[in-house]
């Protein structure tokens, strides 16, 4: 069982910066996958970005490429969503994602395939 607890949402001006935490605790935070997704209002929830167990590997998608980053400190079981010029419709509640694996190097885009998620934390960006 793995437990997930976001932190860091709130609201911001177009243009500026957010990072959000995902603190782990439970089975072995070094084994998991961890995303993030978002789901905006009237809206289903869509993958942002995701990394491979050791962190090697990390997908985003295109609407946020170049201006998200996804990192993942072992030592602290916490997984980062470092946002950049952030756009209003960057506006959704993030969530926090988890999947058990033994491989290194995979990650996953349906978030059918995360087996643990965290509470959400809602972003909001304004004009």
């Known amino acids: 069982q793995v437990t997930l607890v976001e932190s860091g949402g709130g609201l911001v001006q177009a243009g500026g910066s957010l990072r959000l935490s995902c603190a782990a605790s439970?089975?072995?935070?070094?084994?998991?996958?961890m995303a993030w997704f978002r789901q905006a209002p009237g809206k289903e929830r869509d993958i942002v970005a995701a990394s491979s167990r050791t962190g090697g590997k990390t997908y985003y998608a295109d609407a946020v490429k170049g201006r998200f980053t996804i990192s993942r400190d072992i030592t602290k079981n916490t997984v980062y969503l470092q946002m950049n010029s952030l756009k209003p419709e960057d506006t959704a509640v993030y969530y926090c994602?988890?999947?058990?694996?033994?491989?290194?190097?995979?990650?996953?885009?349906?978030?059918?395939?995360?087996?643990?998620w965290g509470q959400g934390t809602q972003v909001t960006v304004s004009e």
């Open positions: 994602a988890a999947r058990p694996t033994f491989t290194s190097d995979t990650y996953y885009f349906d978030q059918s395939e995360y087996h643990y």
């Open positions: 439970g089975r072995t935070f070094g084994g998991n996958v």
